[in-house]
Structures are given as structure tokens and as C-alpha cells.
T-cell receptor, first 109, second 115 residues
């Protein structure tokens, strides 16, 4: 079992729709959770962090964490073509950050 | 966050040579990390570079192949030694700003092609 699992996609949504990205992790002791966006040819850019169960909203982005289910998700509302990128889920425990393989999102105009 | 720069941004190297990548941060940070991202893959941690102590390497990575220096709290280097085409990858440094609860911020990366 991989430490951090994501559906590789590609996930395709129409412009204006909600994109839902999912991630599961294996270590129950994981303490902090992150979503990074990576455009082709660029380095990962932090877009959301979440540390406790529940939802955390930042603009069009909502991160959801369920530690009992070991599940993290990212919702992107009103998706835009500029949101087309690979989204990396990352899980951290004691400064040991593990990344998922990423989900490639395409938002079609 | 932090402003992180890497040099070089890209390079094409010959087999058997070595390349040293520099990572500079605009503020003092305790922990710096070096990752590799091969084409179409996710990030793989090479090592953690702590100032004042030897780097801690992940399984599959050794100091002889990837020597790391961390002379102060704002700078680190990663050397890719005796390169082969399999070392062609993007190399990324990241920093952990403690006040941001173990959040890591990435530099722009170094794109390496080994012929």
C-alpha cells in the first residue's frame, strides 16, 4: 500500500463546475496535510494546508480532512481553465513529508 | 512563505561529470530538503539538510552520489556525482518554515538532462 494515494486522472471538468480531488493516506499518526498545485514545467505551489478534521475554505478552494477515514480532499469551485494542473496531496509527520503521485486536472472552456 | 532561488535553473551535462545545485533562501530556516522529480512522476525525497549536522538520506540515496552541504541557515547545495542519463530529472529544494506548522515551500527547481 502506498503511503499517499491519489487517483492519477486525468480528471476533466467543464469550466464553472466543481472539481473534486481525493487522497488517502496510510499513517494514522500523520499530523498535517497539504495540497500543492503544479503546472507543467513548474515547481509545486502550496494552495491549502489543513491540520484538524473538518473543512477549511480559502476562496474557491475547500480542503476537507477526515482523520478517522484517513482521507483528504480538495474541492475547487467555479473551476477555471487556469486551474488545469497536477494537484499533489502531501502528508506530513514529524517533518517527514510524503507526496502522492498527483491528479492531473483539466478544466475545459 | 519564503523566497527561494535555485541555480542553475537548467543544465545539460555529459555522462560521468558532476553538477552542483545551489539553493538560497531569503530567511533563516532550520530544515531544508532536496527532492527529485523524474518525468511524469511525483516528488521523491533525496535527503534532509540540517545546518550543523550531516544530511539525512532516504533509502536508495547515498552521500557518495548526492553529497549535500549546509554551511548556514539560508543556503544549501546538492551535488549529483558521476552522472548517468538516469539522473535526468528535476531537482527541487524546499524549506520548512516552522512557524507555518511543517509547511514546505519549494524553489523553482533545476532541470537536469544527462546525455
Amino acid at each position: 500500500q502506498k503511503e499517499v494515494e491519489q487517483n492519477s486522472g486525468p480528471l476533466s471538468v467543464p469550466e464553472g463546475a466543481i472539481a473534486s480531488l481525493n487522497c488517502t493516506y496510510s499513517d494514522r499518526g500523520s499530523q498535517s496535510f497539504f495540497w500543492y498545485r503544479q503546472y507543467s514545467g513548474k515547481s509545486p505551489e502550496l494552495i491549502m494546508s489543513i491540520y484538524s478534521n473538518g473543512d477549511k475554505e480559502d476562496g474557491r478552494f475547500t480542503a476537507q480532512l477526515n482523520k478517522a477515514s484517513q482521507y483528504v480532499s480538495l474541492l475547487i469551485r467555479d473551476s477555471q481553465p487556469s486551474d488545469s494542473a497536477t494537484y499533489l496531496c502531501a502528508v506530513n509527520k514529524n517533518n517527514d513529508m510524503r507526496f502522492g503521485a498527483g491528479t492531473r486536472l483539466t478544466v475545459k472552456p | 512563505s519564503a523566497v527561494i532561488s535555485q541555480k542553475p535553473s537548467r543544465d545539460i551535462c555529459q555522462r560521468g561529470t558532476s553538477l552542483t545545485i545551489q539553493c538560497q533562501v531569503d530567511s533563516q530556516v532550520t530544515m531544508m530538503f532536496w527532492y527529485r522529480q523524474q518525468p511524469g512522476q511525483s516528488l521523491t525525497l533525496i535527503a534532509t539538510a540540517n545546518q550543523g549536522s550531516e544530511a539525512t538520506y532516504e533509502s536508495g540515496f547515498v552521500i557518495d552520489k548526492f553529497p549535500i552541504s549546509r554551511p548556514n541557515l539560508t543556503f544549501s547545495t546538492l551535488t549529483v556525482s558521476n552522472m548517468s542519463p538516469e539522473d535526468s530529472s528535476i531537482y527541487l529544494c524546499s524549506v520548512d518554515i516552522q512557524r507555518d506548522q511543517e509547511t514546505q515551500y519549494f524553489g523553482p527547481g533545476t532541470r537536469l538532462l544527462v546525455l
